[in-house]
Each structure stands twice: as C-alpha cells, then as structure tokens.
C-alpha cells in the first residue's frame, strides 16, 4: 500500500515537474520574442508632450554639419529599417521604439539631428551615438 501511495507521489511529481518546465520554456519564448520584436522598432518613434516621459532629447539642427545623424521620415513603418537614420513618427506610444522630446537647445539634447530631402542622405555622422537608438 505504502509503495502504491510512493509511486502515485512520484508520478504526481513528474507531471508537475513536466508542467514547470512547460511553462518557463514558453516564458522565455515571450520574453526573446519582446526584446526581438522591440529592437527591430528602434527606429519608429513617438514624439511626447513632456520632457520626462522620453527615452531621448532631440535637437533639430538648421544645418547638417552640427549633426549627429542625418534623419529621413518615412512614411511607412515597415520603411525604416535598422538604426540607419528613416524615421517613422508613430502615433502610438506603444507601437514605438523610443519615445521621444524635441528640445529647443543643443546643449540640452541627447542628440542632434537634421532632416534630409533624399533617403540616401540620410545616416550617422557621429557612430558614438548610435547606441541612443539602441
């Protein structure tokens, strides 16, 4: 009777066991599909109202050689590609890789940019930075 009740037990426990390793697999499934699904949108951004809900303070340069990146707005979100300057201003905080404030002074900004006419303009001139959009 006593080995009966053991291996019941035993079974009892192996199911559980089963069950816990389930569940931390899909765990990590999610997890590894956010941060994937998160880095590719690094270039769709939401511009905030307030200075402290953003991820970053940008400057807009009037010309290009006081630039950190040169910055091109696509109009779609599946144009932006990755981390190379096509911008893709959403209007959905939650569907946006980094939440942004346009501030009014370079010296208060995390990054400078300028707005280009030409996709192919557009670019980092300042690698140091890039790791903002990251």
């Not at 019941?8 to 199911?15: K, S």
Request: aromatic share 14%.
């Amino acid at each position: 009777m006593a080995r009966l009740f053991y291996l019941a037990f035993r079974t009892e426990m192996t199911i559980l066991s089963q069950t816990k390793k389930m569940m931390i697999r899909v765990i990590l499934i999610c997890m590894v599909s956010f941060f994937l699904i998160s880095s590719t949108s690094a270039q769709k951004v939401y511009v905030t109202d307030y200075e402290s809900h953003a991820e970053l303070k940008v400057f807009v340069s009037k010309t290009s050689d006081k630039a950190d990146l040169l910055v091109y707005k696509v109009d779609r979100a599946d144009a932006t590609g990755e981390n190379i300057g096509l911008w893709f201003f959403s209007e959905k905080k939650n569907e946006a890789g980094k939440k942004i404030y346009f501030v009014n002074y370079p010296s208060r900004a995390d990054l400078v940019i300028f707005f280009v006419d030409e996709k192919s303009q557009a670019g980092w001139k300042n690698e140091a930075k890039k790791y903002l959009l990251f």
